[in-house]
């Protein structure tokens, strides 16, 4: 049922959504000409694999009924199919892919816009246009999500977010299930639990802004009635878990090696919390404005509390975000182990941040006669005003350095061909590259996609490899094995049976290697002692790295 109201003429309408939209766009625009990162070149093989083996839609709608890849219980068939859909349009340009990624961000945003004017009734507040405004603001610009928008295998972050707002939105509006406001708004939800295991929450999402909107009728009457307006969500739920069971064998593991249940009855799900600092100093690195922007969040919250202990409608409204908000982070926690101290998993919290956003907003749908004061109301401006200038203070630099990192991936690729070419036919060319650049994954299980079509017109592999730091503790035992044997006559895809097979001549180690240096954004060949190399491999790659200037390789 949608809220009653004078609407805003149409003009004003387009420019409260615009704004934030188009200032969203431009901060993201430097992250748009960068290469693919890590994880994107699994999916680019993968969809090269299906396509050069002509089974690409086959391959795709095998993906509805099991897992992406073993031995992940992720299930995510419409994500990857949207990435078949750039690929198929664009090949291995990663202009249109990234395009896509920050499509989904703006329709999110769009959609939180379209969520915050309904939360509580329009005639409630006397400037309707201020809170969604400042709810898609908060959550377009949210500096954590940069990793989301900005990396391809966001994709799944993205998508399965933009179905969710989508499925609330259309929630929202709807007068009964069958409507076309319903319809959609079911729809939406399948998509969105097609996307990624994000999408559990919504469910319990439209659970909670049903019962919200009939918050002002009473406790225990609102229960009632929003467990019935949102029966078919819960319906939905289950018949999600039930497929997981029936595809995994479990309704809840994500990851392989976790137990969620488990976890979650131990007590053990906050242990996570313990790294929350040391992640939020990395991913927000600028001290002064990740303080203003935390105390900005906390005033906007408790200000929010405040008014609706005042107000039924407000109180529906503000309970329904800040138990779904809370919600995100309890699911989350059970699969995460530790928080990365380089700031990386900032994706993982990209539904959160859509709830914050409306969350911190919704003070200014409190009456403006009503029980926040006019010192209350500057309390509101004020920490609005600096929220919105600390996340862009923040947003700036992460930007810039994925900008940085998805030109410097460019660069490789380029690099790599014409080192390969300079290789003599007998020699072997071993390069390590970074796994991450600061909070940015770089060649983290990119190193078969990197010297691999389509990222290379032709395969690079049996002229040298690409390693990361945690790669190289394995070389010796692989020069004992034969890898580079194996490298030099066989395919890539075919490298590891041979090995097991014992079809490579051993003891045969590379003859020429190389190291990316992020600073200077090129490949340098290193003074490779290969005395020092029989007696200890990685002390001979410690005194090679620092003698090359490639160190950041090393971390």
């Given at each position: 049922?949608?809220?009653?109201?004078?609407?805003p003429?149409?003009?004003l309408?387009?420019?409260?959504?615009?704004?934030?939209?188009?200032?969203?766009?431009l901060?993201y625009?430097?992250?748009?000409?960068?290469?693919?990162?890590?994880?994107?070149y699994?999916?680019l093989?993968?969809?090269?694999?299906?396509?050069?083996?002509?089974?690409?839609?086959a391959?795709?709608?095998?993906?509805f009924?099991?897992?992406?890849?073993?031995?992940?219980?992720?299930?995510?068939p419409?994500?990857?199919?949207?990435?078949?859909?750039?690929?198929a349009?664009?090949?291995?340009n990663?202009l249109?892919w990234?395009?896509?990624?920050l499509f989904?961000h703006?329709?999110?945003?769009?959609?939180?816009?379209?969520?915050a004017?309904?939360?509580?009734?329009?005639?409630?507040?006397?400037l309707?246009?201020?809170?969604p405004?400042?709810?898609?603001?908060?959550?377009?610009?949210?500096?954590?999500?940069?990793?989301?928008?900005?990396?391809?295998?966001?994709?799944y972050?993205?998508?399965?977010?933009a179905?969710?707002?989508?499925?609330?939105?259309?929630f929202?509006?709807m007068?009964r299930?069958?409507?076309?406001?319903?319809?959609?708004?079911?729809?939406?939800?399948?998509?969105a639990?097609?996307?990624?295991?994000?999408?559990?929450?919504?469910?319990?999402?439209?659970?909670?802004i049903a019962i919200?909107?009939?918050?002002?009728?009473?406790?225990?009457?609102a229960?009632g009635?929003?467990?019935?307006?949102a029966?078919?969500w819960?319906?939905?739920?289950l018949?999600?878990?039930v497929?997981?069971?029936?595809?995994?064998?479990?309704?809840?593991?994500v990851?392989p090696?976790?137990s969620?249940?488990?976890?979650?009855l131990?007590?053990?799900?906050?242990?996570?919390?313990?790294?929350?600092g040391?992640?939020?100093?990395?991913a927000?690195?600028?001290?002064l404005?990740?303080?203003?922007?935390?105390?900005?969040?906390v005033?906007?919250?408790?200000?929010?509390a405040f008014?609706?202990?005042?107000?039924?409608?407000?109180r529906?409204?503000?309970?329904a975000?800040?138990?779904?908000?809370?919600?995100?982070?309890?699911?989350l926690l059970?699969?995460?182990?530790v928080?990365?101290?380089?700031?990386?998993?900032?994706?993982l919290?990209?539904?959160?941040s859509?709830?914050?956003?409306?969350?911190?907003?919704?003070?200014?749908?409190?009456?403006?006669a009503?029980?926040?004061?006019?010192?209350?109301?500057?309390?509101?401006a004020?920490?609005?005003?600096?929220?919105i200038?600390?996340?862009?203070?923040?947003?700036?630099p992460?930007?810039?350095?994925?900008?940085?990192a998805?030109?410097?991936?460019k660069?490789?690729?380029?690099a790599?061909a014409?080192?390969?070419r300079?290789?003599?036919?007998?020699?072997?060319?071993?390069?390590?590259?970074?796994d991450?650049?600061?909070?940015?994954?770089?060649?983290?299980?990119?190193q078969g996609?990197?010297?691999?079509p389509?990222?290379?017109?032709?395969?690079?592999?049996?002229?040298?490899?690409?390693?990361?730091?945690?790669?190289?503790?394995?070389w010796?035992?692989?020069?004992?094995?034969?890898?580079?044997?194996?490298?030099?006559?066989f395919?890539?895809?075919?490298?590891?049976?041979?090995?097991?097979?014992?079809k490579?001549?051993?003891?045969?180690?590379?003859?020429?290697?190389?190291?990316?240096?992020?600073?200077?954004?090129?490949?340098?060949?290193?003074?490779?002692p290969?005395?020092?190399?029989?007696?200890?491999?990685?002390?001979?790659?410690?005194?090679?790295?620092?003698?090359?200037?490639?160190d950041?390789?090393?971390?």
């Open positions: 049922m949608r809220a009653a109201g004078v609407e003429p149409v003009a309408r387009a420019v409260a959504i615009l704004v934030p939209l188009v200032a969203c766009a901060f625009l430097p992250t748009l000409t960068g290469g693919f990162l890590s994880d994107d699994s999916v093989g993968a969809l090269y694999g299906w396509a050069h083996e002509q089974r690409l839609l391959a795709l709608t095998a993906k009924g099991e897992g992406l890849d073993a031995p992940s219980h992720y299930y995510r419409l994500a990857m199919l949207s990435f078949a859909a750039n690929f349009l664009s090949g291995a990663p249109p990234r395009v896509t990624n989904f703006l329709a999110s945003g769009a959609l939180v816009f379209a969520i004017r309904e939360v509580v009734p329009r005639k409630n507040s006397k309707p246009l201020i809170a405004m400042f709810a898609a603001a908060v959550f377009l610009l949210f500096p954590t999500n940069v990793e989301a928008v900005a990396w391809v295998s966001g994709r972050d993205v998508m399965a977010l179905g969710m707002l989508a499925s609330v939105a259309c929202q509006r007068r299930w069958s409507d076309g406001w319903g319809a959609t708004a079911l729809l939406t939800a399948v998509l639990l097609a996307s990624k295991e994000s999408a559990a929450l919504l469910p319990a999402f439209v659970l909670a919200g909107r009939h918050w002002p009728e009473g406790a225990r009457r229960f009635s929003g467990v019935r307006d029966s078919p819960l319906a939905l739920g018949g999600y878990f497929l997981r069971t029936a595809i995994f064998g479990t309704p809840f593991r990851y090696d976790s969620p249940l488990q976890v979650l131990s007590g053990d799900w906050l242990k996570p919390l313990a790294s929350s040391a992640w939020l100093d990395a927000m690195p600028l001290p404005a990740r303080t203003a922007l935390l105390a900005a969040l005033v906007l919250i408790a200000m929010g008014a609706s202990c005042h107000d039924t409608k407000v529906g409204g503000w309970l975000i800040a138990l779904s908000a809370v919600l995100s982070i309890v699911l059970p699969h995460v182990a928080l990365s101290s380089n700031g990386e998993q900032g994706r919290f990209y539904t959160t859509a709830l914050l956003g409306l969350l911190v907003a919704l003070p200014w749908c409190a009456p403006i009503g029980p926040v004061p006019v010192v209350g109301r500057g309390l509101i004020v920490a609005t005003l600096m929220l200038i600390a996340e862009a203070a923040l947003l700036q992460v930007v810039r350095r994925w900008a940085d998805g030109t410097q991936a660069m490789l690729v380029s790599l014409r080192t390969s300079a290789i003599p036919p007998t020699g072997y060319g071993l390069v390590l590259v970074p991450h650049l600061g909070n940015v994954p770089f060649a983290r299980n990119a996609g990197l010297v691999s389509p990222s290379q017109p032709a395969p690079l592999s049996q002229r040298l490899i690409v390693q990361t730091p945690a790669d190289l503790p394995s010796p035992e692989h020069i004992e094995r034969g890898l580079v044997d194996a490298l030099q006559r395919p890539l895809s075919e490298v590891w049976n041979v090995m097991a097979q014992r490579s001549a051993g003891n045969r180690a590379p003859s020429h290697y190389f190291c990316w240096n992020a600073d200077t954004r090129e490949l340098v060949s290193m003074q490779w290969a005395e020092i190399a029989t007696r200890d491999w990685i002390a001979a790659w410690q005194g090679a790295l620092a003698q090359s200037r490639c950041a390789s090393a971390a």
